[in-house]
């Protein structure tokens, strides 16, 4: 016999697994938010920094991120708000890239200006 808990399990997961996918961008957010309430700028880059050893693209996106921001530049890493300026690190959709070529053509032709 199988329990409610059993039977809401896979239901709860795909409700879930959206929320937890876009944490990382509520975060960053709230990073901007902290240390830019009135940002020069908007940036959008499409490489997501981590903390583990990814390469030299990782090692600098971080450090990109962290001079950028602490000139007052608002740093993103999606186009889901308007951006002021993107940087295209890495065009390949994989690892830590959020967005790609693709991406920037659709974002472009909902903000021409």
């Known amino acids: 016999m199988t329990s409610p808990a059993d039977v809401a399990a896979p239901v709860l997961n795909r409700l879930a697994r959206p929320v937890m996918e876009s944490a990382p961008d509520a975060v960053d957010r709230f990073i901007d938010w902290k240390q830019n309430p009135r940002p020069r700028a908007r940036i959008a880059i499409n490489m997501r920094p981590t ?49 790609g070529w693709e991406d920037i053509k659709r974002y472009k032709e909902r903000h021409p200006n």
């Open 51 to 99: 903390r583990s050893s990814w390469g030299g693209g990782n090692q600098w996106a971080c450090q990109m991120t962290r001079w950028l921001r602490s000139r007052g530049y608002s740093v993103r890493f999606h186009l889901a708000q308007p951006v002021d300026c993107i940087l295209l690190v890495d065009p390949r959709l994989f690892g830590t890239a959020t967005f």
